[in-house]
């Protein structure tokens, strides 16, 4: 009886340094993400918050006397920021929906069945693998307004010779084009997948009810890919967010500001003008920016999944 | 009677549409190539056949511009630097990242979820917050043009990537496997290599090479955190494509252009049944 009581009083530390040694296990799987993460992601994100409220400290070379918010009302003045965001803005507007219907619809073509069919999808991941940094460079050689064989084609059809780079309209719609083309075969490929997944006894239901082409689409298979083009839609928004490669290679901003995106307009202050605590402050306020409508959008494509 | 011949009219006119939806997707799939084959193509011209009206197709195709730009020690260089970096963050990150999916999707741990969720997050974050203070600490601790500050700093958005991919890949596998042999006498570590590592190799090796191509294409973080010695090729073709002093040189942009991209279309290629999967996943669950 007593050597029982032992056995057991002798267990329990055991067993408890058992679930311990078991919960470092456990946290050791996630221990590695979270340190690395929190010193290189969210130790900057501080860091930067920090600078925006200082003033920049150039002999030091980092975050000086405590200032408020002189940086962010100095920012919110310049009518360069506002400039920027406006930019970025009528990008994200025109290329967000643009690629997202376009690529649903070329994914509706290349889906058709024949023996070529893999193949073509196979070839529509190379445009999304070409650097964008890349896409730019060859993008400018082909609108090049005199050598480029774009305008060369279009003379053909009475138009230009187009002044892609040195029209502010045309300079905007360069860079919708390129981006376009760089990130439409990734929402393809997206949907081609989707595409495929929709289960075929509806449609043959609906071509039994007599339903047409066009109401067969928008009765049918837009309700069932609503969820899939939502999450398309913010995946492709928090990569459209951070544009900047396409822009530096292509337009450099120009011309005047007509194509400096709110990236590359910090990047120059921060790198260029040396105005780190500017910088920070925009940055800081991007990110709020961009945290609260990717909340947003998050929180409407799942009430969308909801309504459908 | 009349029913035979009113599908006969139906089955011919879907046909026709389907012929013009091959048609069609052929047409688009051209068109988005064609930049690509541009691109190629002028990288083996010489000078004189690039600056053409009408643009030429046919030219006696020359190494010069090739030759003449891996010679210059800068782009060799660059090479180099850009495998390093991709490989050195690709790893990183598909270790560090596969671990944390593994305890997202496998492992009950109070709290995991909440790091889970702002690691997603932290998508949302415009890397230009990250690189101010990334140069600055840089700067103050003499890390600025290594290769290890620009791996680490490519695993700031490589591990939420390749965690969320994992995550979903081992959710996929069924539980049992682990189960069994934990209770064959196994570890935690040891069930994760003995059983589930083996199984996912193709997943893990997927998600390796899309890692590393996306810390091959990185341009703002290397453009700030290098200058010379840990410089990669992106930032070449940026100041290429940005030289408005000399002109546009077409030769070199098309021919450092064509080096950076071929290496990664032929990996991309290789992947793409697992590339198609994983994107449409991400698109469903993540």
Same mark, same amino acid.
Request: one cysteine or more; a positive charge.
């Given at each position: 009886?007593?050597?029982?009581?032992?056995?057991?009083?002798?267990?329990?530390?055991?067993?408890?340094?058992?679930?311990?040694?078991?919960?470092?296990?456990?946290?050791?799987?996630?221990?590695?993400?979270?340190?690395?993460?929190?010193?290189?992601?969210?130790?900057?994100?501080?860091?930067?918050?920090?600078?925006?409220?200082?003033?920049?400290?150039?002999?030091?070379?980092?975050?000086?006397?405590?200032?408020?918010?002189?940086?962010?009302?100095?920012?919110?003045?310049?009518?360069?920021?506002?400039?920027?965001?406006?930019?970025?803005?009528?990008?994200?507007?025109?290329?967000?929906?643009?690629?997202?219907?376009?690529?649903?619809?070329?994914?509706?073509?290349?889906?058709?069945?024949?023996?070529?069919?893999?193949?073509?999808?196979?070839?529509?991941?190379?445009?999304?693998?070409?650097?964008?940094?890349?896409?730019?460079?060859?993008?400018?050689?082909?609108?090049?307004?005199?050598?480029?064989?774009?305008?060369?084609?279009?003379?053909?059809?009475?138009?230009?010779?187009?002044?892609?780079?040195?029209? /502010?309209?045309? #300079?905007?719609?360069? *860079? %919708?084009?390129?981006?376009?083309?760089?990130?439409?075969?990734? &929402? @393809? !490929?997206? =949907?081609?997948?989707?595409?495929?997944?929709?289960?075929?006894?509806?449609?043959?239901?609906?071509?039994?009810?007599?339903?047409?082409?066009?109401?067969?689409?928008?009765?049918?298979?837009?309700?069932?890919?609503? /969820?899939?083009? #939502?999450?398309?839609? *913010? %995946?492709?928004?928090?990569?459209?967010?951070?544009?900047?490669? &396409? @822009? !530096?290679? =292509?337009?450099?901003?120009?011309?005047?500001?007509?194509?400096?995106?709110?990236?590359?307009?910090?990047?120059?202050?921060?790198?260029?003008?040396?105005?780190?605590?500017?910088?920070?402050?925009?940055?800081?306020?991007?990110?709020?920016?961009?945290?609260?409508?990717?909340?947003?959008?998050?929180?409407?494509?799942?009430?969308?999944?909801? !309504?459908? | 009677?009349?029913?035979?011949?009113?599908?006969?009219?139906?089955?011919?006119?879907?046909?026709?549409?389907?012929?013009?939806?091959?048609?069609?997707?052929?047409?688009?799939?051209?068109?988005?190539?064609?930049?690509?084959?541009?691109?190629?193509?002028?990288?083996?011209?010489?000078?004189?056949?690039?600056?053409?009206?009408?643009?030429?197709?046919?030219?006696?195709?020359?190494?010069?511009?090739?030759?003449?730009?891996?010679?210059?020690?800068?782009?060799?260089?660059?090479?180099?630097?850009?495998?390093?970096?991709?490989?050195?963050?690709?790893?990183?990150?598909?270790?560090?990242?596969?671990?944390?999916?593994?305890?997202?999707?496998?492992?009950?741990?109070?709290?995991?979820?909440?790091?889970?969720?702002?690691?997603?997050?932290?998508?949302?974050?415009?890397?230009?917050?990250?690189?101010?203070?990334?140069?600055?600490?840089?700067?103050?601790?003499?890390?600025?043009?290594?290769?290890?500050?620009?791996?680490?700093?490519?695993?700031?958005?490589?591990?939420?990537?390749?965690?969320?991919?994992?995550?979903?890949?081992?959710?996929?596998?069924?539980?049992?496997?682990?189960?069994?042999?934990?209770?064959?006498?196994?570890?935690?570590?040891?069930?994760?290599?003995?059983?589930?590592?083996?199984?996912?190799?193709?997943?893990?090796?997927?998600?390796?090479?899309?890692?590393?191509?996306?810390?091959?294409?990185?341009?703002?973080?290397?453009?700030?955190?290098?200058?010379?010695?840990?410089?990669?090729?992106?930032?070449?073709?940026?100041?290429?494509?940005?030289?408005?002093?000399?002109?546009?040189?077409?030769?070199?942009?098309?021919?450092?252009?064509?080096?950076?991209?071929?290496?990664?279309?032929?990996?991309?290629?290789?992947?793409?049944?697992?590339?198609?999967?994983?994107?449409?996943?991400?698109?469903?669950?993540?």
């Amino acid at each position: 009886m007593s050597a029982e009581l032992a056995k057991q009083t002798q267990a329990t530390p055991a067993r408890r340094r058992g679930r311990i040694g078991d919960l470092l296990v456990r946290w050791s799987f996630m221990v590695p993400a979270i340190l690395l993460l929190s010193v290189m992601l969210a130790y900057p994100i501080f860091y930067t918050i920090d600078i925006s409220f200082s003033r920049f400290d150039i002999s030091s070379f980092g975050a000086g006397e405590w200032v408020g918010w002189e940086n962010y009302i100095e920012v919110m003045d310049d009518y360069r920021f506002w400039e920027s965001l406006k930019v970025t803005m009528i990008y994200l507007v025109i290329a967000l929906p643009l690629q997202v219907v376009l690529g649903f619809s070329i994914a509706f073509l290349i889906n058709a069945e024949w023996a070529g069919r893999g193949l073509i999808r196979a070839l529509f991941i190379i445009p999304m693998v070409v650097a964008p940094v890349v896409a730019g460079g060859m993008w400018r050689m082909i609108l090049d307004p005199l050598w480029g064989i774009l305008n060369y084609w279009l003379g053909f059809i009475g138009i230009g010779p187009l002044d892609w780079f040195g029209d /502010p309209t045309l #300079a905007m719609a360069a *860079v %919708i084009i390129i981006d376009t083309w760089r990130w439409t075969p990734f &929402i @393809v !490929l997206i =949907a081609t997948a989707a595409l495929l997944a929709l289960p075929k006894d509806v449609f043959e239901a609906a071509k039994i009810d007599g339903a047409n082409w066009w109401s067969t689409l928008w009765s049918v298979a837009v309700p069932l890919l609503v /969820p899939v083009i #939502a999450a398309t839609f *913010v %995946i492709r928004w928090l990569g459209a967010v951070k544009m900047f490669d &396409i @822009v !530096l290679a =292509a337009t450099y901003g120009g011309p005047g500001k007509a194509t400096n995106v709110i990236n590359l307009f910090i990047y120059e202050e921060a790198f260029r003008s040396l105005r780190f605590a500017e910088s920070a402050a925009m940055a800081v306020i991007v990110l709020i920016v961009t945290m609260v409508l990717t909340g947003l959008f998050l929180y409407g494509s799942r009430k969308l999944e909801e !309504l459908f | 009677m009349s029913t035979p011949i009113s599908s006969t009219a139906h089955r011919t006119r879907t046909s026709t549409s389907h012929r013009l939806r091959v048609m069609g997707g052929i047409a688009v799939s051209i068109l988005f190539l064609f930049p690509i084959y541009w691109m190629v193509l002028t990288s083996f011209k010489q000078q004189v056949d690039i600056f053409t009206t009408p643009p030429k197709f046919l030219f006696i195709p020359t190494l010069e511009t090739y030759i003449e730009y891996m010679q210059r020690a800068d782009i060799t260089r660059r090479l180099v630097n850009t495998i390093i970096v991709a490989t050195g963050s690709g790893l990183l990150s598909i270790v560090v990242g596969a671990m944390a999916g593994y305890a997202l999707a496998r492992i009950r741990i109070r709290g995991a979820a909440t790091f889970g969720l702002l690691i997603l997050l932290s998508r949302g974050v415009p890397p230009i917050a990250l690189a101010v203070p990334m140069f600055l600490v840089a700067r103050k601790l003499g890390l600025t043009d290594k290769h290890i500050t620009l791996i680490l700093a490519y695993s700031t958005f490589l591990i939420p990537y390749v965690m969320w991919l994992m995550r979903s890949f081992f959710l996929s596998l069924p539980r049992e496997l682990e189960e069994s042999a934990m209770i064959d006498g196994c570890s935690r570590y040891g069930a994760l290599f003995k059983i589930i590592i083996p199984i996912s190799l193709p997943g893990l090796l997927s998600t390796l090479i899309f890692s590393m191509i996306l810390a091959w294409e990185e341009l703002l973080f290397a453009l700030v955190l290098t200058n010379r010695h840990a410089s990669t090729i992106p930032v070449a073709i940026a100041g290429i494509a940005g030289d408005t002093v000399n002109g546009a040189n077409w030769g070199a942009l098309t021919a450092v252009g064509t080096i950076t991209v071929v290496p990664v279309v032929i990996f991309a290629l290789l992947v793409q049944k697992w590339l198609i999967t994983g994107l449409a996943e991400g698109a469903t669950k993540g």
